[in-house]
């Protein structure tokens, strides 16, 4: 072995996992290459799907970078919807998809958060007429 080079088992567990994660990447990439394919009659060669599915890997790569460091200029230790804005503001397409994103999940939140306080509010009424008619 190479001097200062220990392999252990986590070493393997987290080369392990990274496998399945690219692994996992290039069958998406070659699904949705698929799926491009049929629509537009073309096919994707599997060299271009390898290249695609690399490219995705390491585009994904650099934007964890800059999540964290983001984050880290926010004094936070939780990456926030904001930062991904940030990150995605370098393309305008993906900023303009990021945002719909983040406005209709925080819509959902809200809707839901309503549903909760309409409910709380709606239970102690309803208890309170049925501890009137038990009086009667």
Known sequence: MA???ESGPE???QVAYIQRLKAAVHYTVGQICDEAG???GVTFSKQVIAAMSEATMKQSGEFAVFLELFA??????VVNADDVKLVAARSRPLELHISQMADSLAAEREKKKSKKT???????NNSDVEND???M
């Open 133 to 135: 008619d038990s009086n």
């Open 3 to 5: 001097e200062g080079y």
């Open 38 to 40: 049929e629509e537009n």
């Open 11 to 13: 070493d393997y567990e």
């Open 72 to 77: 880290r200029h926010g004094k936070r230790t």
């Open 118 to 124: 309409k409910k709380a509010t709606a239970a102690p």
